[in-house]
């Protein structure tokens, strides 16, 4: 394995391109930003999704996944009015080769969300991709809510975006081995108390680029970036920072796979 502590990359579970709001991020300048901040790779969903304008999502992913090639690991970001207007065929019989499934609570899911999401499980498990669900900024996105979804299918992975609440997240992942977490816009002091749990190998980077940029106009996301790394790993060994910032990456999406 590389040594991220002499090598200073990084495998990121989680960059968007696209739309959001009022910032827009093009493929080249998402992959001119991984340069920037030493990102080998990454797991990267389009934010136009938000829009539900599919050809607009089909374009960026298509030319990111063309040029960024294996540095880029394509994520599906499914709404429930995808599912409604049947266009998930769509998406999967595109060339592009998704490695994940995203879900957002906050996109249009009702109360019958567990019923909602099914046949997102059902393309999960036939091409052996993780499910990843958004938590945190609203009741309704917290980790316990997918306790029972994560309890009923052993057989495939899932990743909790965010990692928030965090106590939630570590009761579920001391509870279900098939069970990971991002660092995204979590305290480094939350995912310290996860890895004293035991749970490093399952605690995946990430940073959410470019929803940073929103919510902090003016700040240098280069800075800001270094500035989010650093304060996990004064907190760990070098052996624990390695396998959070780069290592556990590998063992859900391997290099050429």
């Not at 030493?38 to 374009?59: G, P």
């Not at 769509?90 to 109360?111: E, M, N, Q, V, Y």
Request: glycine share 4%; hydrophobic share 40%.
């Amino acid at each position: 394995m590389k040594n991220i502590i002499q090598n200073i990359m990084f495998n990121d579970a989680h960059l968007h391109v696209g739309q959001f709001y009022d910032i827009y991020t093009t493929p080249a300048e998402l992959l001119r930003y991984m340069d920037d901040v030493k990102i080998e790779r990454a797991a990267v969903s389009s934010t136009t999704i938000c829009e539900e304008n599919y050809n607009k999502v089909l374009r960026e992913m298509t030319a990111l996944t063309e040029s960024g090639r294996d540095r880029i690991v394509p994520v599906l970001w499914v709404t429930a009015a995808m599912l409604e207007s049947e266009e998930l065929n769509r998406f999967l019989d595109s060339r592009i080769g998704w490695k994940a499934i995203k879900i957002h609570r906050l996109t249009g899911w009702t109360s019958q969300f567990d019923a909602q999401i099914a046949p997102c499980l059902e393309v999960a498990k036939e091409l052996d991709i993780p499910i990843i669900f958004h938590t945190g900024e609203d009741s309704d996105c917290n980790a316990g809510n997918f306790d029972a979804i994560v309890r009923q299918h052993p057989d495939l992975r899932f990743i909790l975006a965010h990692s928030k609440p965090a106590g939630e997240v570590r009761e579920m992942m001391l509870n279900y081995p098939h069970l990971l977490c991002d660092t995204s816009f979590q305290t480094a002091e939350n995912i310290v108390r996860l890895v004293r749990s035991g749970l490093e190998e399952r605690i995946l980077w990430g940073s959410d680029y470019p929803i940073p940029k929103y919510y902090y106009p003016g700040t240098d996301m280069t800075a800001y970036y270094a500035r989010e790394w650093r304060k996990l790993r004064e907190r760990m060994t070098d052996s624990c920072f390695n396998k959070i910032s780069f290592n556990n990456f590998l063992t859900i999406w391997p290099q050429n796979a």
